[in-house]
């Protein structure tokens, strides 16, 4: 019999998870100190593709485990993956998401040696989402929302470091699917400016976005970050050298606008 370990280790975590907590039919902590909050960011979105989604916590203890039970009213939003990358986190190594229906769990726990989640306030990973280009001009919810299975209980929870779990504070997020065509006339304006003007001011922006370290925020328009107008639609390393040669080399003018 063949095992699925990804299955397997998820199954591990949610048990190891349930132990840490201490949680069977409701939350038995509760929160020793400022609330503790999750925040769910909120964005708008432009043009057709995908969307990166922020997720920001703020803790005043140290936590031995974060658990998050997502769902989103939008009949065209895809749920695509969760990355931790970036995020005050990511050096947990049991963590991951998973999908069911419309329910999306994200859970980390340290294990082992690694040391708790400390004290402070940041970003805890992005929530990706893709939509098809015939999707409706709306606003999306991203809400918590509470399950059972079995005899457990799953909602929005931080656990403490003596296994106590407690609900944090908890903001919504909204994704403002406004779909209009961004891209004016001929692609390059990435730093979104209000003249439309295409100069070192763009590349600046496109380096700190691709190699910034953090990365820097992405285009406002993703179209406008499509220099060389690839059918891909994404921006990257290519549009760069695109965008430095028309400046600086006498290459092309940007590709025009769809």
């Known amino acids: 019999m063949r095992i699925n370990l990804k299955l397997l280790a998820f199954i591990v975590a ?5 132990a840490v907590t201490g949680r069977t039919s409701h939350l038995n902590g509760i929160d020793p100190g400022v609330a503790d909050s999750l925040i769910i960011d909120s964005v708008v979105v432009l043009n057709s593709g995908g969307v990166a989604l922020p997720i920001f916590f703020y803790n005043d203890q140290e936590l031995a485990g974060i658990e998050i039970t997502l769902h989103h009213d939008s009949p065209d939003l895809i749920v695509d993956s969760f990355s931790f990358v970036g995020g005050r986190v990511d050096y947990v190594s049991l963590k991951g998401w998973s999908l069911n229906n419309d329910r999306l769990m994200i859970y980390l726990i340290p294990f082992g040696t690694e040391p708790l989640i400390t004290t402070g306030e940041g970003l805890l990973g992005s929530l990706h989402f893709s939509y098809p280009p015939s999707a409706s001009v709306h606003v999306a919810t991203i809400d918590t929302v509470t399950f059972g299975a079995g005899q457990l209980i799953y909602s929005t929870a931080f656990s403490t470091a003596d296994s106590k779990a407690f609900s944090p504070i908890f903001e919504k997020g909204f994704i403002d699917m406004q ?7 001929t692609r390059g304006n990435a730093n979104a400016d ?3 003007r295409v100069n070192v001011s763009d590349i600046t922006y496109l380096v700190n976005y691709l190699f910034g370290i953090p990365l820097g925020p992405p285009p406002a328009c993703m179209e406008e970050g499509n220099i060389n107008g690839d059918a891909l639609g994404d921006v990257n390393v ?9 400046l600086f080399g006498g290459g092309p003018a940007p590709v025009s606008c769809p």
């Open 238 to 246: 290519a549009d760069l050298t695109y965008m430095v040669n028309y």
């Open 194 to 196: 209000i003249d439309e």
């Open 179 to 185: 779909l209009g065509n961004c891209c004016l006339g």
């Open 14 to 18: 949610i048990l190891i998870l349930a």
